[in-house]
């Protein structure tokens, strides 16, 4: 992840500085993983079910001592009786127990645990970080990534179109959230972005998974182990982070599963636009966490959670010179991530907020170039019929330069700051028209009905259609639809 300044908003690499760049992680697919780091490891035991005890028995007052053949069968069939008594109370009891423990199956799906308990060390005299992890341990799980490769394809050798020598090999690996007992699981886009087999451990048992559904602007996907009973996570609330509160991250880094580390909440709001790696769609990522927990190659999909062993993130990204952990980690937030995957379990597109316009970054340079009034912002290169922008009032040829106050600085800030809202909210925004600034209301809409079209448009130049084309250093930041 690249740096970022005070406001949350990214601060641009020098060129050619490794530093910044995203590190490079086997969560990926495509990018093997050494043998040894994909080791199985056994797996502890992290909960106990209470064994029954039957009652103890009472002692009686001493008897009178009596003898013979009447006074036996009465011992005899009084003893009888207690046992018949004892053994069908053990048969209600368990009857009682397993009606208890059994799930609707006919229910629809329901995301999270139903607890709402938080976790108290000093009642098991287990520490903090013991009674959160034997909690939240049975609903994290690791993902392993298959991908079909020719013979010999590895080195250039393909052996033809008529030849059948595919075979699925493990590509990459991650972790997962159980959020249902009938099998949903919400990780990182990234670790299932172009597998076509998975497999998911949970709590030592592999089973079979699918995707669901994905977010590739989000970085989310869903997808569905073919297994019942599981042990949902409980949700917790990302809306209200302390920072300097304690937090534990859990998942598989390196492969090694059922893995824990700890540490605080180190920032919140950071925000960043990535590129994915294999087929360049832009990934978003807004008011992320960030944590000094441990985040690993790995860890990509799994949980964040509170000193109450609820989720409040899904770790994703880490910022290091080696691309292994170096104490700067971030997580999406749950309130947001549980949103998307919602939708996607409910067989909905994922829909974000959208203002309905195409933009391009403003700076000095272009300012001067083409006599702009303003030296920093958002141009906007095309505005959306019906769109909330276009019912605001804002035109092609505005400057955006303050988002509900903020000041714009590029078109990667401004959408950063749109994808923090909601399809419905209201914002303020502050144009420049023609040297003269005027802030409108605007409603922001849904992308749901306009994502083709967004993702044609992601891939002109604004600007260059506007001022005749050129390759200037900051195209990269030209196109974006928001």
């Not at 329901?110 to 013991?130: C, H, K, M, Q, R």
């Not at 700076?363 to 920093?376: F, H, P």
Request: proline fraction near 5%; charged fraction near 15%.
């Amino acid at each position: 992840m690249d740096n970022t300044n005070g406001s949350g908003a990214p601060v641009p690499p020098p060129s050619g500085d490794n530093r910044y760049a995203a590190p490079t992680q086997p969560t990926q697919p495509g990018q093997s993983v050494p043998p040894a780091q994909h080791a199985q490891h056994s797996q502890q035991t992290y909960y106990q079910q209470p064994a029954y005890q039957a009652p103890s028995s009472q002692a009686s007052s001493p008897a009178k001592k009596s003898s013979g053949p009447k006074t036996f069968l009465l011992a005899f069939a009084g003893a009888a009786l207690a046992c018949i008594i004892a053994l069908s109370g053990f048969g209600i009891y368990n009857a009682m127990s397993d009606s208890g423990s059994s799930s609707d199956s006919g229910s629809s799906t329901i995301i999270g645990s139903s607890g709402n308990g938080g976790v108290d060390a000093a009642d098991n005299d287990a520490t903090l970080a013991e009674a959160v992890a034997q909690k939240a341990l049975p609903s994290v799980v690791a993902i392993d990534v298959y991908t079909s490769q020719s013979a010999g394809g590895m080195y250039g050798y393909g052996m033809g179109s008529g030849s059948d020598s595919s075979s699925l090999t493990q590509s990459s690996l991650g972790s997962g959230v159980v959020l249902s007992e009938d099998g949903y699981i919400v990780t990182n886009y990234h670790v299932v972005e172009g597998g076509e087999a998975f497999k998911v451990t949970i709590e030592g048992e592999q089973y079979d998974a699918e995707v669901v559904g994905t977010d590739p602007s989000s970085d989310l996907a869903v997808i569905k182990a073919d297994a019942t009973g599981l042990t949902p996570i409980e949700i917790g609330d990302s809306s209200d982070l302390i920072i300097g509160e304690w937090v534990m991250t859990i998942g598989s880094p390196f492969g090694l599963e059922q893995s824990v580390a700890t540490g605080i909440v180190s920032a919140t709001s950071r925000s960043q636009i990535m590129n994915s790696q294999t087929d360049g769609s832009t990934m978003i990522y807004a008011n992320l966490i960030q944590t000094d927990a441990a985040i690993n190659p790995g860890n990509s999909g799994g949980a964040l959670v509170d000193a109450d062993g609820k989720l409040i993130g899904i770790n994703t990204l880490i910022t290091s010179y080696s691309g292994n952990y170096s104490g700067v980690g971030f997580a999406i937030p749950v309130n947001y991530a549980v949103n998307i995957a919602q939708q996607i379990i409910d067989g909905k597109t994922p829909t974000h907020a959208q203002l309905g316009v195409s933009l391009s970054t403003v700076n000095e340079q272009i300012a001067k170039r083409y006599g702009l009034a303003v030296n920093e912002g958002a141009y906007v290169a095309n505005v959306s019929e019906g769109s909330g922008a276009a019912e605001a009032g804002i035109e092609v040829g505005d400057i955006i330069t303050k988002f509900n106050g903020t000041t714009v600085t590029s078109a990667d800030e401004l959408m950063l700051q749109i994808r923090a809202l909601n399809p419905g909210d209201k914002a303020e925004v502050e144009i420049n028209r023609n040297g003269q600034n005027e802030t409108l209301e605007v409603t922001l809409g849904s992308d749901e009905s306009s994502q083709a079209a967004t993702q044609q448009q992601s891939q002109q130049n604004p600007l260059s259609e506007l001022f005749g084309g050129g390759n200037g250093s900051n195209s990269g930041n030209n196109g974006l639809s928001s």
